[in-house]
């Protein structure tokens, strides 16, 4: 087991307030109770652990601030933040823990990373009393993470390439001749493209694909800012694969730049969790309660889709299918080299 001693914490009786709490409670007992007085105890607790806590985390370096601030400034706690990609930080998650060196206490990326450390037996079951108001889906069963927000991806367009009657209604019309070379498409992508293949039927996904890159062909880029930036500059007219909150930005700052989305919609679960070796778990329950809860709203006014049903967003309108974490990593030999195939092998620059 990662975590060393925590078969012996489990078996700690949890009371139903904390209250009157034996002596020897952990304070890995008081993470996993769903105790009405939890979140004071915890508050009790992290003020005996210096105050600050590290964060591992691919969420955009633009929203940094705007989501940490405002819980460093209610309960006195520094964030330090590491980021990078999802893929990076999984992997500097594993070999740390590998090496038996634990400095990160909460992770936050995509699902599929999330669903990853947990199958390595490096995340800790918490009770955060927000659970109730995810919406389906946000929550594994066994409840090691839990999905913040969703990433909607959109196909974003130039507006001086494209009017609105020129757009695609289906998947099916990007095969019509006039989206010949205009076509851009983010390189690390592949769960967009997996799931696009499974609405279809997996054998017309494939075929559909195969006509997409051999007729009117796809132009790869790296990064979804940069890809966005090309289609707002107009050098990709089109582009499959961005995240619906950059062509909103772009757009706002009067850049000839808009979004449709074509059904189905896919998104991918973002979501936090904390570590079974975590040196300040105290604090990292409060980071993940709080983002479950009080800093959904900042999700939203970042044009995020919130998971917390308590917080509105329009975005929710739009009929989405998410990505299947567990398909993912079951299946990810079979589905990269399909993805080689079909899109990096038949792409164009």
């Known amino acids: 087991m990662a975590a060393g001693g925590m078969s012996a914490q489990a078996q700690t009786p949890v009371p139903a307030t904390l209250t009157t709490a034996p002596a020897n409670l952990s304070v890995w007992d008081v993470v996993k109770t769903p105790a009405p007085d939890r979140t ?34 209610k309960y006195g706690i520094k964030v330090n933040v590491w980021r990078a990609s999802g893929d990076s930080v999984l992997a500097r998650t594993i070999t740390e823990a590998r090496g038996k060196r634990y400095t990160v206490d909460v992770f936050h990326a995509g699902a599929v990373e999330l669903e990853a450390l947990s199958r390595e037996h490096l995340l800790q079951k918490v009770a955060s009393p927000h659970f109730a108001d995810l919406s389906p889906g946000s929550l594994p069963e066994h409840k090691e993470w839990a999905s913040t927000l969703l990433s909607l991806w959109v196909q974003a367009y130039n507006t001086q390439a494209f009017t609105k009657n020129d757009l695609p209604k289906t998947y099916s019309d990007l095969l019509d001749p006039r989206f010949k070379g205009k076509l851009g498409y983010e390189v ?17 996904g494939l ?7 051999s007729t009117n062909g796809i132009s790869v880029r790296k990064g979804h800012t940069n890809l966005t930036a090309m289609v707002a500059s107009g050098e990709v007219p089109m582009a499959l694969t961005v995240y619906n909150y950059m062509p909103e930005a ?12 074509l059904q189905p919609a896919v998104a991918r679960a973002n979501g936090v969790a904390v570590l079974k070796n ?14 479950l809860g009080e800093g959904q709203q900042t ?40 993805y080689e195939e079909l899109i990096l092998k038949g792409s164009r620059p």
Do not use: C
């Open 40 to 73: 004071a105890r915890l508050q009790e607790i992290a003020k005996t652990e210096g105050g600050s806590m590290s964060l591992y985390t691919s969420i955009a370096e633009r929203d940094l601030k705007i989501i940490f601030d405002p819980f460093e400034k």
């Open 188 to 204: 690390e992508n592949v769960d967009w493209f997996v799931t696009v293949v499974k609405s279809m039927g997996e054998a017309k």
């Open 207 to 213: 075929q559909f694909f195969k006509d997409l890159s």
């Open 250 to 261: 772009f757009k706002k700052k009067g850049a000839p730049i808009d979004w449709t989305v």
């Open 278 to 291: 975590a040196p300040h778990p105290a604090s990292a329950a409060l980071l993940m309660d709080y983002l």
């Open 299 to 338: 999700y939203a006014t970042i044009d995020y889709v919130p998971t917390n049903l308590k917080v509105p967003s329009e975005l929710r309108k739009i009929k989405m299918v998410l990505v299947d974490p567990a398909d993912s990593l079951d299946h990810r030999d079979k589905w990269k080299r399909l």
